[in-house]
């Protein structure tokens, strides 16, 4: 029997969690009028489960949370708010919660997603493997922890899932992380596929490695990461997705009393956005590497008028200079730490034009792969102008999305089934 706390200071939302609550069998339900309430209860009991309203008299959903992590870290917290901002997402995970629902609530997802919130809480507490070499691509230091764990089982993928989002936030971008990694593991077993998730930890960095990928389409893959967390950092090779993840400083509040200090207030009212400014990024790069970027400059003009030459005619000899131009580019972002994972894309998009035969330059396909590469041409110096030249962007990673979409789009042009949503409609994220 699981304890479930549903925190809701409308009588009526809690009466609704109660009537949908009513199909789940195993489980005793409590309830709390507002977060004060939640947090005197924790103290005194365990909730396997808890449903979190945000905004509540006395002690809101944020500071209910922060407390009663405190208390009891393994209680499994699931946000329900009618604020469907990324501010308030990003805030409540980073305090805590394992969740973000907004409401009105789809019925049928809300208790699927109940049913596996259980599942996870039922396969706690197994060993898990020590892995001892490094594997991640991005970095070969030493680290302080690595971690495998070898899913042969959804028992073995629930823990996961348990073990890294039942400890504290530290780790930014931690939670879409974990989602992504359980809905392509789970996809892998449900196809009879076996695969192992490695993590590797520094001070600074967290490297979350899944092996065994090769039956999930590249191509796939890079759609559902640009639509499901467009800003990742990862390394798609060979037969292994590896994330890394920044750390960011939190500091703890006394749980001593329910009160709550000056102090807390300031760390709870902050955001946890990752977000560099172009000047920032300057001040810290080393102005020898500076040089390469002015080069650049004439790599757009040449790439800008090869592909002018190859839209007219269409041959291997023309789109060599294309891709040539772009390996300047990648090579470039290849050294960039901040930058490793579109460099990885644009070398990989060059090894696929690669391979392409004159064959496969139909007028209508020679004519969207112009225009593509010319978007990602444009995108590039954008990027190279913007944080490098004249320094405005507030956010580095501004165009990371619509780079990324370029390369992916460029290979589904030869290969159109890799982006047919009926390839990944059955991957599962929670």
Same mark, same amino acid.
């Given at each position: 029997?699981?304890?479930?706390?549903?925190?809701?200071?409308?009588?009526?939302?809690?009466?609704?969690?109660? $009537?949908?609550?009513?199909?789940?069998?195993?489980?005793?339900?409590?309830?709390?009028?507002? !977060?004060?309430?939640?947090?005197?209860?924790?103290?005194?009991?365990?909730?396997?489960?808890?449903?979190?309203?945000?905004?509540?008299?006395?002690?809101?959903?944020?500071?209910?949370? *922060?407390?009663?992590? *405190?208390?009891?870290?393994?209680?499994?917290?699931?946000?329900?708010?009618? /604020?469907?901002?990324?501010?308030?997402? #990003? &805030?409540?995970?980073?305090? !805590?919660?394992?969740?973000?629902?907004?409401?009105?609530?789809?019925?049928?997802?809300?208790?699927?997603?109940?049913?596996?919130?259980?599942?996870?809480?039922?396969?706690?507490?197994?060993?898990?493997?020590?892995?001892?070499?490094?594997?991640?691509?991005?970095?070969?230091?030493?680290?302080?922890?690595?971690?495998?764990?070898?899913?042969?089982?959804?028992?073995?993928?629930?823990?996961?899932?348990?073990?890294?989002?039942?400890?504290?936030?530290?780790?930014?971008?931690?939670?879409?992380?974990?989602?992504?990694?359980?809905?392509?593991?789970?996809? $892998?077993?449900?196809?009879?596929?076996?695969?192992?998730?490695?993590?590797?930890?520094?001070?600074?960095?967290?490297?979350?490695?899944?092996?065994?990928?090769?039956?999930?389409?590249? #191509?796939?893959?890079?759609?559902?990461?640009?639509?499901?967390?467009?800003?990742?950092?990862?390394?798609?090779?060979?037969?292994?997705?590896?994330?890394?993840?920044?750390?960011?400083?939190?500091?703890?509040?006394?749980? !001593?009393?329910?009160?709550?200090?000056?102090?807390?207030?300031?760390?709870?009212?902050?955001?946890?956005?990752?977000?560099?400014?172009?000047?920032?990024?300057?001040?810290?790069?080393?102005?020898?590497?500076?040089?390469?970027?002015?080069?650049?400059?004439?790599?757009?003009?040449?790439?800008?008028?090869? =592909?002018?030459?190859?839209?007219?005619?269409? #041959?291997? &000899?023309?789109?060599?200079?294309?891709?040539?131009?772009?390996?300047?580019?990648?090579?470039?972002?290849?050294?960039?730490?901040?930058?490793?994972?579109?460099?990885?894309?644009?070398?990989? /998009?060059?090894?696929?034009?690669?391979?392409?035969?004159?064959?496969?330059?139909?007028?209508?396909?020679?004519?969207?792969?112009?225009?593509?590469?010319?978007?990602? $041409?444009?995108?590039?110096?954008?990027?190279?102008?913007?944080?490098? =030249?004249?320094?405005?962007?507030?956010?580095?990673?501004?165009?990371?999305?619509?780079?990324?979409?370029?390369?992916?789009?460029?290979?589904?042009?030869?290969?159109?089934?890799?982006?047919?949503?009926?390839?990944?409609?059955?991957?599962?994220?929670?």
């Amino acid at each position: 029997m699981y304890n479930v706390l549903i925190v809701d200071d409308n009588d009526n939302n809690r009466l609704t969690l109660n $009537l949908l609550l009513e199909e789940v069998d195993g489980i005793e339900i409590f309830e709390a009028e507002d !977060g004060q309430v939640a947090v005197e209860m924790c103290v005194k009991n365990h909730f396997d489960l808890i449903f979190m309203d945000i905004m509540m008299p006395n002690l809101d959903g944020f500071e209910a949370t *922060q407390f009663i992590k *405190q208390v009891n870290k393994k209680s499994m917290i699931i946000a329900l708010s009618a /604020l469907d901002d990324d501010t308030s997402k #990003n &805030r409540m995970l980073s305090l !805590g919660a394992e969740d973000y629902l907004t409401k009105p609530l789809n019925a049928e997802h809300f208790l699927q997603r109940i049913r596996q919130y259980l599942r996870i809480i039922a396969l706690r507490n197994k060993q898990i493997h020590k892995f001892s070499s490094a594997l991640n691509p991005f970095n070969a230091h030493v680290f302080h922890r690595n971690i495998t764990f070898r899913i042969d089982d959804e028992e073995a993928l629930a823990q996961f899932w348990d073990y890294w989002l039942n400890g504290e936030k530290s780790i930014i971008n931690l939670s879409d992380c974990v989602r992504l990694i359980y809905g392509f593991g789970l996809w $892998l077993l449900k196809h009879e596929y076996a695969c192992s998730i490695v993590v590797e930890e520094s001070e600074e960095k967290l490297y979350m490695m899944l092996l065994h990928v090769k039956p999930l389409s590249g #191509n796939i893959i890079k759609n559902i990461l640009l639509k499901h967390f467009a800003n990742a950092k990862y390394i798609l090779s060979n037969d292994m997705l590896t994330f890394q993840l920044d750390k960011e400083i939190t500091r703890e509040s006394s749980a !001593g009393s329910v009160a709550m200090s000056d102090e807390t207030k300031k760390i709870l009212s902050k955001t946890h956005d990752n977000v560099q400014s172009a000047v920032d990024y300057i001040n810290a790069t080393a102005i020898s590497f500076l040089s390469k970027i002015d080069g650049l400059e004439i790599i757009n003009d040449d790439t800008d008028k090869a =592909i002018l030459a190859f839209e007219k005619e269409p #041959n291997k &000899r023309n789109l060599s200079v294309i891709y040539e131009n772009f390996q300047e580019y990648a090579d470039i972002l290849a050294e960039l730490m901040e930058f490793e994972h579109l460099g990885f894309a644009v070398r990989t /998009l060059i090894d696929f034009l690669g391979t392409l035969t004159e064959e496969q330059f139909d007028t209508d396909k020679s004519k969207r792969l112009s225009a593509m590469l010319l978007n990602l $041409l444009h995108d590039l110096a954008s990027w190279r102008e913007n944080v490098f =030249i004249t320094q405005v962007a507030r956010d580095i990673h501004y165009l990371d999305s619509s780079l990324l979409s370029s390369c992916i789009q460029i290979e589904a042009i030869f290969d159109e089934k890799s982006l047919d949503p009926s390839h990944d409609d059955d991957i599962e994220f929670f």
